[in-house]
Nanobody, 122 residues
Framework: QVQLVESGGGLVQPGGSLRLSCVASGTIFSLNVMAWYRQAPGKQRELVASITSGGTTNYADSVKGRVTISRDGAKNTMYLQMNSLKPEDTAVYYC????????????????WGQGTQVTVSS
């Protein structure tokens, strides 16, 4: 079993930055792939970025150039550095993990965190 706990969300002005963290505990050897998803009110959940244990990353077109995903194996932690934030980035951000990339990026990952709210507003 794996537990994922996100932190780092909050209220930020447009153009500002935030760094989200996701700490994993439990049977973490199965976490080949980790990802950040987000869901805005009234919208479908959206894949923001993913990262494999080998460091391969992928980003949604909507965040490319503004967001960086990374992971620290020694700390069992994944990060999402978000810069140049826009009001349309407002959402609940979820950490997710799964042994399989295709399963996770299809939104069917085995493990999910509880989410952290990011609000971009002046």
């Amino acid at each position: 079993q794996v537990q994922l706990v996100e932190s780092g969300g909050g209220l930020v002005q447009p153009g500002g930055s935030l760094r989200l963290s996701c700490v994993a505990s439990g049977t973490i050897f199965s976490l080949n792939v980790m990802a950040w998803y987000r869901q805005a009110p009234g919208k479908q959940r959206e894949l923001v970025a993913s990262i494999t244990s080998g460091g391969t990353t992928n980003y949604a077109d909507s965040v490319k150039g503004r967001v960086t995903i990374s992971r620290d194996g020694a700390k069992n932690t994944m990060y999402l550095q978000m810069n140049s934030l826009k009001p349309e980035d407002t959402a609940v951000y979820y950490c997710a993990a799964d042994p399989t990339l295709s399963k996770l990026t299809a939104g069917r990952g085995d493990y999910w965190g509880q989410g952290t709210q990011v609000t971009v507003s002046s």
